[in-house]
């Protein structure tokens, strides 16, 4: 059964650093390409970053620069380094991974940036 279980997520000040992490089980993790997603009340989920089976990575245009995704394939974990946050990062942030053209998500994080 694939899973992804979400961690890291907390309540930080603008222009500090978090890192999420996202553990995958039930799968050939880094054969699929999988992604970070947020969601904020009221809006619909969007999407944040992006790496592939071969670790090409991409990042909306609002976070390049300040996040970067990367994983671990030993840990069976995916990361998501984000750094100078803004109040417009707040959002429950989603791991998302394509399994045999299936996709799953994950319960998601909590992430509260404050002025």
Not at 12 to 34: D, H, K, N, P
Not at 99 to 114: A, E, I, L, P
Request: proline content about 2%.
């Amino acid at each position: 059964q694939v899973q992804f279980v979400e961690s890291g997520g907390g309540s930080v000040q603008a222009g500090e650093s978090l890192t999420l992490s996202c553990t995958g089980s039930g799968f050939r993790f880094g054969w699929y390409i999988m992604y970070w997603y947020r969601q904020v009340p009221g809006k619909e989920r969007e999407f944040v970053c992006e790496i592939t089976s071969l670790d090409g990575t991409r990042c909306a245009d609002s976070v390049n620069g300040r996040f970067v995704i990367s994983r671990d394939i030993e840990k069976k974990t995916m990361f998501l380094r984000m750094d100078k946050l803004t109040p417009d990062d707040t959002g429950i942030y989603y791991c998302r991974g394509d399994v045999d053209m299936r996709t799953y998500w994950g319960h998601g994080t909590q992430v509260t940036v404050s002025e």
